[in-house]
């Protein structure tokens, strides 16, 4: 159980059965009547985002949420091979349920999967990712201090806007949070 005083960004609640993360709070004291906290909740399940109230003081469930350190082997159709790096069990993750974090996701990864009652529902991947870049424009030697960007495509298949002097084959470290470039890898 989660007093609505444990609330912060990025906590798992469980209402009518379903798993919900916050992602976003505000504790509300109006001047008459009592205090309550205003919440904008996504649903780990579905990925919709709702917006919740509740009374200050109140009590919420936690859900039966686990997460597994698994390697991302291959992609079959629009599913994701994960395997369990302590068992060796393989199971398939549908493409919906990672979302826009498949654009940073390469073979031989390891992530976390995060299970609701025993069922892959998503997968959280690291902060930062380095990948190849497979296609840009050409560079340009010694124009280095300016901010000047060009998209630059991923081994992935991510789009991402990088510095002119980034060439191809280069590894540049990518924020997955945002999709932008953070540095060039040696």
């Known amino acids: 159980m989660h007093d609505t005083s444990d609330f912060r960004k990025g906590l798992k609640i469980e209402m009518e059965g379903k798993p919900y993360e916050i992602i976003d709070f505000l504790h509300v004291k109006p001047g008459k009547g009592g205090a309550f906290v205003r919440t904008k909740l996504r649903n780990m399940l579905n990925g919709r985002v709702t917006d919740q109230t509740f009374r200050s003081g109140g009590k919420v469930d936690s859900p039966d949420i686990q997460e597994r350190q698994m390697q991302y082997l291959y992609k079959e159709g629009a599913d994701y091979c994960m395997m369990d790096n302590e068992t060796y069990e393989q199971i398939y993750i549908n493409e919906e349920q990672i979302g826009e974090k ?3 996701l390469a073979e031989n990864d390891t992530v976390n999967v995060v299970f609701f009652n025993s069922n892959p529902i998503g997968v959280e991947i690291p902060i930062f990712a ?9 560079g340009v030697k010694g124009d280095t201090a300016s901010k000047t960007t060009k998209p630059a495509t991923l081994e992935t298949g991510a789009v991402v806007p990088v510095p002119i002097f980034i060439n191809v084959g280069d590894r540049i470290k990518v924020d997955t949070r945002t999709g932008s470039y953070v540095e060039r890898v040696k």
């Open 102 to 104: 498949r654009l940073f």
């Open 130 to 138: 380095e990948l190849s870049v497979a296609d840009t424009g050409p």
